[in-house]
T-cell receptor, first 115, second 119 residues
Framework: EDQVTQSPEALRLQEGESSSLNCSYTVSGLRGLFWYRQDPGKGPEFLFTLYSAGEEKEKERLKATLTKKESFLHITAPKPEDSATYLC????????????????FGQGTILTVHP | DARVTQTPRHKVTEMGQEVTMRCQPILGHNTVFWYRQTMMQGLELLAY????????DSGMPKDRFSAEMPDATLATLKIQPSEPRDSAVYFCASGLVEWVQGQGDYGYTFGSGTRLTVV
């Protein structure tokens, strides 16, 4: 069974204080690892998909990296508007090498950035 | 921007009543998911469809939940009878899943959810 564990559960930062969120996973063949952002009262918003170990993607102050066991979401010089819950999800590769597409999510990290 | 539309946004109902939630996926997307989110369990997959055909509904309590896609523009999730433990936020998501290895499978787009309260 696919499993995703995110840490820490909650993170409080001062504006400008860089940090990282962790996503550890076990999956029977990784097809893709997804990062989402969720604001209160809204649905998850897609950020990145990573497909292979060593891959990195960036978007504004966010950078996602991937190894064979975990992914990190690095936040550089965060601002209060970066406050949200960040969700990690994995998509497994099926026996044929393709994917049925379903995502298994972690519990999320609640990020609060104080001005 | 294209969006996934869910109705209603909020629903309060009494235990035992039937609840129907609707989702309009993004035009052209071939995969539709239903997820449920609670504080305790996080996001749980209930069911999903590919080209309107059900692929997996093992996450749903079969005796009370049902999911259908009567056409490409509408997905429904029905609970009958509803119970207080069904109180949660239900999300629909859609995406375009490509079968070419190493390509496609872009991020799925989620709707704003239906917040269900069963009293």
């Amino acid at each position: 069974e696919d499993q995703v564990t995110q840490s820490p559960e909650a993170l409080r930062l001062q504006e400008g204080e860089s940090s990282s969120l962790n996503c550890s996973y076990t999956v029977s063949g990784l097809r893709g690892l997804f990062w989402y952002r969720q604001d209160p009262g809204k649905g998850p918003e897609f950020l990145f998909t990573l497909y292979s170990a060593g891959e990195e993607k960036e978007k504004e102050r966010l950078k996602a990296t991937l190894t064979k066991k975990e992914s990190f979401l690095h936040i550089t010089a965060p601002k209060p508007e970066d406050s949200a819950t960040y969700l990690c999800a994995v998509q497994a590769r099926n026996a044929g090498g393709t994917s049925y597409g379903k995502l298994t999510f972690g519990q999320g990290t609640i990020l609060t950035v104080h001005p | 921007d294209a969006r996934v539309t869910q109705t209603p946004r909020h629903k309060v109902t009494e235990m035992g009543q039937e609840v129907t939630m609707r989702c309009q996926p993004i035009l052209g997307h071939n995969t539709v998911f239903w997820y449920r989110q609670t504080m305790m369990q996080g996001l749980e997959l209930l069911a999903y469809f590919r080209n309107r055909a059900p692929l997996d509904d093992s996450g749903m309590p079969k005796d009370r939940f049902s999911a259908e896609m009567p056409d490409a523009t509408l997905a429904t999730l029905k609970i009958q009878p509803s119970e207080p433990r069904d109180s949660a936020v239900y999300f629909c998501a859609s995406g375009l899943v490509e079968w070419v290895q190493g390509q496609g499978d872009y991020g799925y787009t989620f709707g704003s959810g239906t917040r269900l309260t069963v009293v």
